[in-house]
């Protein structure tokens, strides 16, 4: 009985590891999708990197968290943070620029 908090534990974090990586793919996906499928004039227009750029550092942090196969690793951490600064960044300024009527 005594042995059978342990690899309970050991069952919840990697229940909470995978679904961590999980969330870290699909976000760091989406974002390179996203960057993929945009026109690259509308990267300078708005102040960022080219589009070149964002697709490299995207693409190149989403194979660094496949590889390590974890979020909380150093590479899994930043992937996650450059998609995140993506979308809630970048992604909002295409939109705008896009929309022609900026945001309210």
Known sequence: MANAAPIFVFDVRYVIELILFVF?????GV????AVTQRSDAFP???????????AILAVTLLLTLLTRSTLSIFGLIGVAAALIYLLDVRVGLRDLG???GSW
Do not use: F, M, S, Y
């Open 24 to 28: 870290a793919l699909v976000v760091q």
């Open 31 to 34: 974002a390179l999708v996203h």
């Open 45 to 55: 227009a708005i102040g960022t990197l080219p589009k070149g750029g964002w697709i």
């Open 99 to 101: 929309d022609n009527r």
